[in-house]
């Protein structure tokens, strides 16, 4: 699969250089050469038979991406040269091998980094039964009780049977001596009303 890859991105490679000569040509012939000189008609052949094996490469590339299912993925340089090395540390044979490696393994370094667990703070009773009929639920930041999140039920991501919370779509709401990271589900109206609840406790 990785030779397929390879031989289709050198087919667009020729293609490409083959298209910036092509179009230099083009220039010169059309800017500095007058149609009556001998050089613009050698010029303009010239550019007819360029035209002709882009079209025979771009043929190719068709021909051969439909007969082998090939995908063409571009990548920046760059982005490659670190997928190699990623690939030796990770000790696979192909890049097609680390990029499954990765997709299987997403959740595990990518998802679950950005995540918090979501710690349970314990309320006084009025408060908790103030809250328990509403939609706002409250927990710890990291074990701290100073800083508390307010989350909506839809905003629990459960994974091995744990709750987390993606920090990334909460905001900070200070009011008094309190810290609460606040749901962007939350609408302004809603947060109020929230804080309100809040200091009749």
Do not use: H
Not at 31 to 56: H, V
Request: net charge negative; aromatic share 12%; hydrophobic share 45%.
């Amino acid at each position: 699969m990785e030779t397929n890859i390879y031989y289709l991105e050198l087919i667009q490679f020729k293609v490409q250089v083959l298209k910036e000569i092509r179009n230099n040509l083009s220039n010169i012939v059309n800017l500095k050469i007058r149609s009556n000189l001998k050089a613009y008609k050698e010029l303009e052949a010239l550019i007819y038979n360029f035209d002709l094996e882009i079209n025979e490469l771009k043929e190719k590339f068709n021909a051969f991406e439909s007969d082998n299912n090939v995908s063409v993925l571009k990548i920046e340089t760059n982005i490659l040269k670190k997928l190699f090395l990623l690939r030796q540390d990770i000790n696979v044979d192909t890049t097609a091998e680390l990029l499954n490696f990765l997709i299987k393994n997403y959740t595990e370094l990518f998802l679950v980094d950005k995540l918090i667990e979501v710690i349970p703070l314990k309320l006084e009773k009025e408060l908790e039964l103030e809250l328990n009929k509403t939609d706002f639920y409250i927990c710890m930041k990291n074990k701290n009780i100073k800083e508390k999140i307010l989350y909506k039920l839809d905003d629990l991501i459960i994974y091995d049977d744990v709750e987390y919370l993606d920090f990334n779509e909460f905001s900070e709401i200070s009011f008094g001596n309190n810290i609460i990271y606040a749901s962007s589900r939350f609408t302004l109206e809603e947060i109020n009303t929230f804080i309100k609840i809040w200091k009749k406790f």
